[in-house]
């Protein structure tokens, strides 16, 4: 049985996954030499996230449950996010790809969140930051006049320390920010990425809500807002802002839009708090602490041929996803997260993220232009 499945493992990897695989995920010894073959990582993987079910049943067919996730890794049907390809099995342990952490208007409680980004992005996670409740450029800070840098300010100092760290000592940092369309800096904002060298590890976004889009379709004004004070301190034209966010999004790539209200008419756990905060590549949206693990589907395995050609088979992504699902579910009882608090956010909603890769190319093999 594990002789068919490697033999298909070697099958299914082309020179240039091998090539990556080599590059970034197999471990190494002590002298960078590589230690481990594409086949060796995968039963690594399977096995170590296997051992969650004896959480549940001490009694439970872990080796059956591993030849189960070896078998949709090693025929590349499903694959998870890299930091567990990395990380499971090892000393390490770090297995989420996304975070989110608050960023409220404090020097302590900023400083805490930069020394979390360190550890998050050393054990290989990216991370969403909201920075809507910090106070604008040139406020107050105590008896300090001119003194706050304002967020736009404050997400470099988030980039330094990304840059600093590597991702699991494997690549950069991957980060998200979100400002709210009624924060007084929000000009600053939307060009902040006007430098293409600038801020190069983080995806910006302006969180917009439902009354903001209704102005922006009457061309009316909107209050620009004082989080610290809570103060109106002046308005601007919502049409105007949205022009200017869509055309630094056509020059640079940013900023995005994220639609909170939309967003948390779907939040599942309203009781928890409001969703303000997307992950590091915006797959979903975290509560503070939250993290979440990935994993996708490939849709070019999902093929079956017919008498007529290629088409897709639905029953195939019928067996695979729930076969993902619980790969997905079970990383969550064997993580190591980086601090306490995350952990207990984690483990408390518990949520996943099961997508897609490969549509392009199902695409082309079942000629769709």
């Not at 600053?188 to 102005?215: E, G, Q």
């Not at 009316?220 to 869509?246: H, K, Q, S």
Request: hydrophobic content about 40%; proline content about 5%.
């Amino acid at each position: 049985m594990v002789l068919e499945i490697i033999k298909e493992a070697r099958l299914s990897l082309s020179p240039n996954a091998k090539r990556v695989l080599e590059k970034r995920y197999l471990r190494r010894n002590r002298k960078g030499e590589i230690i481990e073959t594409p086949e060796g990582m995968f039963r690594r993987v399977a096995e170590a996230v296997a051992s969650a079910e004896l959480l549940y049943d001490p009694s439970a067919d872990t080796s059956g449950v591993a030849d189960e996730f070896y078998k949709v890794m090693a025929a590349l049907e499903f694959l998870p996010n890299s930091p567990t390809l990395l990380n499971a099995g090892t000393v390490a342990g770090q297995l989420s790809s996304c975070f989110v952490l608050p960023v409220p208007d404090s020097v302590e409680e900023t400083f805490d969140a930069v020394k979390y980004t360190a550890l998050i992005h050393k054990s290989g996670g990216g991370i969403g930051f909201n920075v809507s409740h910090i106070r604008p450029r040139g406020s107050t800070v105590g008896e300090h006049m001119d003194a706050a840098g304002g967020p736009v300010a404050l997400v470099h100092v988030f980039a330094g320390a990304a840059d600093y760290i590597r991702q699991g000592g494997v690549r950069r940092g991957c980060n998200s920010v979100v400002l709210a369309v009624d924060h007084p800096d929000i000009l600053d904002f939307i060009k902040a990425k006007n430098n293409p060298l600038t801020l190069t590890n983080f995806y910006n976004s302006v969180s917009v809500s439902d009354d903001f889009m209704t102005r922006v379709k009457l061309g009316a004004d909107y209050p620009l807002i004082d989080p610290y004070t809570g103060r109106t301190v002046r308005y601007l034209n919502a049409r105007e802002v949205f022009n200017n966010i869509v055309d630094q999004a056509w020059r640079t790539g940013d900023p995005g839009l994220v639609f909170t209200d939309r967003i948390n008419r779907d939040n599942p756990t309203p009781q928890l708090g409001r969703l303000e905060t997307i992950t590091g590549c915006g797959e979903q949206a975290l509560l503070d602490y939250e993290s979440c693990n990935l994993g996708s589907i490939n849709l070019v395995k999902m093929l079956k041929s017919t008498d007529d050609g290629l088409e897709i088979d639905y029953n195939k992504i019928a067996r695979i996803v729930p076969v993902a699902v619980r790969f997905l579910d079970n990383v969550i009882d064997i993580n190591r997260l980086p601090t306490p608090a995350i952990e207990q956010a984690t483990r408390r909603t518990r949520k996943i993220g099961l997508g897609i890769m490969g549509f392009a190319d199902m695409l082309i093999r079942l000629g769709i232009p």
